[in-house]
Each structure stands twice: as structure tokens, then as C-alpha cells.
């Protein structure tokens, strides 16, 4: 009996997996903290960043190679640990603190750029 329970119960987590659509973004509320646990490419990996709302002023306070944010299309990335990694060089940190979705969307960026950034967002702009 104990057996046909836990079968049963994997059943509906496993079929659950595959009912959840890849492209939509489910917020998840816990405690006074949202976690963006669905983005558009599937799980994300970092599920301990916080999903939150910021001002432009709390943003410009981010605005160092050692703590760099960024705006792209209203929404907040905080690429700190990339800004070493970024083909570009130091080109990531032009528009560190504020607004970068025009250079994002510049030619210099491949289809996959667009994949990479969505592990490092962490929030929406303050409307």
C-alpha cells in the first residue's frame, strides 16, 4: 500500500513536469520575497535571487565593476560576476547602474546573448 502511494504521488510531481508550460514566468511567493522560479528557457539555476521591484536611484547605487547593474527593457540584471567574463571588456560597465538596453540590443550581440541574460536577472523597474 505504502508502495502504490509513493508511485502515485511521483506520478502527479512527474506529470506535473511536463503540464508546466517552458514559456511563461511563474513568480512564487515566499514570505515577503518573490523567486522567478520559470523563465522563458526553462528552470532557473540560481532559484536564491531574489525577484524584486527597484528605483532607478537604488539601481545607480550598482554602478562598479564590483557591484554592476543593469536596465535592459524595464527590467534588472545584476551581471557583477560576468563583467570579467564579458567579450566585450569594459564595455558592460558603460552603462553600469542605469539603462543599457540599447547598447544590449546593438549588432555586436549574438541571438545568445539574449539567453545568457536571463540568468542574471533579478527584478523589474519600479513603474
Known sequence: MVIAVAVL??????GALFLIPRNSAAKVNVGNAWLLVWSEYGLRRDLENVYGVYSKAEIALHDKRTDCWIIVKNRIFD???YVEEHPGGDAILTNA???STEGFYGPQHPGGAFQLIEDYCIGELEK
Open 97 to 99: 547602474g542605469s539603462d
Open 79 to 81: 551581471v557583477t560576476s
Open 9 to 14: 504521488i511521483l506520478g502527479v510531481l512527474l
